[in-house]
């Protein structure tokens, strides 16, 4: 499609996101979904004497031997704290699905021209899709892992077996350059398809089957303005991500500076933790917003792609 016009989606969305804050909820709910997030607090350090941190001392050591003992004798314990933890994994996963469909349709009632969108009433228009669009996103993920993951594990598996983990590691490392190569536009063709076949599940109520081939069309059908939209949107949104995220980054730094007092007091440590803490909630809200935003503009996107016409899009009232 030779007239898409970039500017006026771009800027579309931010009005409406800005005049429908609601949409900042379903953003935040969103968020949830996307892969990624933030590295652990592990460290490697280790002191020549336990008697030289202040925490990491024998109290430390004899409570993680106490706590392993418990453990070994009470290995329900570790099954509980798995199943829990799948289980909270999978109601933010589930919130992230809802919140990527609640944006869909907030942003379809935005281009109406309502005055007010209602967030009870989004949330419960968005429940009839819930199950076909998390069945995609769940099959799509089970087909790259099966794709991509398996492999490289059996490969690592006999690399290992026929060579040693040391020369196991170099070949892997060698054999990770071109499937990087490929990974990284397999990933941005299967991030945008299925934007657009989430879409089409939403505004035209279509199956998991039919949305993904409406999705595949319409990328198809109009390859340079979805690649550019994804350019846009993807090195925009990072940066935007990493600007939102750099004072997680500055916490760090006094941890970094103090590395070499830490033996004596971990001060700097507990500084970087409290400040994380509190900055983590502006942070999700951010991210929130940053991710309503890139939403709303991939439904726009694919209600000007699928109407070229620029006609007033129809919501479909999903059956019951």
């Given at each position: 499609m030779n007239n898409f016009n970039f500017g006026e989606v771009l800027t579309k969305a931010w009005q409406h996101i800005w005049k429908h804050k609601v949409l900042w909820i379903f953003g935040i709910f969103a968020g949830f979904a996307?892969?990624?997030?933030?590295g652990s607090g592990n460290s490697n350090y280790s002191p020549g004497s336990n008697e030289d941190m202040p925490f990491f001392g024998r109290q430390a050591e004899r409570a993680l031997?106490?706590?392993?003992?418990?453990?070994?004798d009470h290995w329900w314990v570790i099954l509980l704290a798995i199943?829990?933890?799948?289980?909270?994994?999978?109601?933010?996963?589930?919130?992230?699905?809802?919140?990527?469909?609640?944006?869909?349709?907030?942003?379809a009632l935005a281009e109406t021209g309502v005055e007010r969108i209602v967030f009870a009433e989004v949330w419960s228009e968005s429940l009839p899709y819930f199950g076909r669009v998390f069945g995609i996103n769940f099959l799509i993920g089970l087909a790259i892992f099966a794709v991509?993951?398996?492999?490289?594990?059996?490969?690592?598996a006999l690399a290992v077996g026929a060579a040693g983990p040391m020369a196991a590691s170099a070949g892997l490392l060698l054999c990770f350059v071109p499937i990087l190569c490929l990974l990284v536009p397999i990933g941005w063709v299967i991030t945008v398809v299925v934007e657009q076949a989430q879409a089409a599940?939403?505004?035209?109520d279509l199956s998991m089957t039919d949305g993904l081939k409406r999705g595949w069309q319409i990328a198809k059908s109009n390859a340079a303005p979805i690649l550019i939209m994804a350019l846009i949107l993807g090195i925009g949104g990072g940066i935007a991500g990493a600007i939102v995220s750099l004072p997680l980054i500055l916490a760090a730094v006094p941890v970094i500076l103090g590395?070499?007092?830490?033996?004596?007091?971990?001060?700097p440590l507990y500084f970087a933790l409290a400040c994380c803490a509190v900055y983590m909630p502006i942070l999700i809200f951010l991210n929130?917003?940053?991710?309503?935003?890139?939403?709303?503009?991939?439904?726009?996107?694919?209600?000007?792609?699928?109407?070229?016409?620029?006609e007033a899009p129809v919501i479909i009232e999903a059956n019951a």
């Amino acid at each position: 499609m030779n007239n898409f016009n970039f500017g006026e989606v771009l800027t579309k969305a931010w009005q409406h996101i800005w005049k429908h804050k609601v949409l900042w909820i379903f953003g935040i709910f969103a968020g949830f979904a996307r892969g990624g997030g933030g590295g652990s607090g592990n460290s490697n350090y280790s002191p020549g004497s336990n008697e030289d941190m202040p925490f990491f001392g024998r109290q430390a050591e004899r409570a993680l031997e106490q706590a392993g003992a418990y453990l070994q004798d009470h290995w329900w314990v570790i099954l509980l704290a798995i199943a829990a933890l799948a289980l909270i994994g999978f109601i933010f996963y589930a919130l992230g699905i809802i919140g990527r469909i609640g944006i869909i349709k907030g942003t379809a009632l935005a281009e109406t021209g309502v005055e007010r969108i209602v967030f009870a009433e989004v949330w419960s228009e968005s429940l009839p899709y819930f199950g076909r669009v998390f069945g995609i996103n769940f099959l799509i993920g089970l087909a790259i892992f099966a794709v991509v993951f398996i492999p490289i594990i059996l490969l690592a598996a006999l690399a290992v077996g026929a060579a040693g983990p040391m020369a196991a590691s170099a070949g892997l490392l060698l054999c990770f350059v071109p499937i990087l190569c490929l990974l990284v536009p397999i990933g941005w063709v299967i991030t945008v398809v299925v934007e657009q076949a989430q879409a089409a599940i939403v505004l035209e109520d279509l199956s998991m089957t039919d949305g993904l081939k409406r999705g595949w069309q319409i990328a198809k059908s109009n390859a340079a303005p979805i690649l550019i939209m994804a350019l846009i949107l993807g090195i925009g949104g990072g940066i935007a991500g990493a600007i939102v995220s750099l004072p997680l980054i500055l916490a760090a730094v006094p941890v970094i500076l103090g590395m070499g007092t830490l033996r004596e007091s971990l001060t700097p440590l507990y500084f970087a933790l409290a400040c994380c803490a509190v900055y983590m909630p502006i942070l999700i809200f951010l991210n929130g917003v940053l991710t309503a935003y890139i939403q709303s503009a991939w439904a726009l996107t694919y209600m000007r792609l699928a109407q070229p016409k620029a006609e007033a899009p129809v919501i479909i009232e999903a059956n019951a």
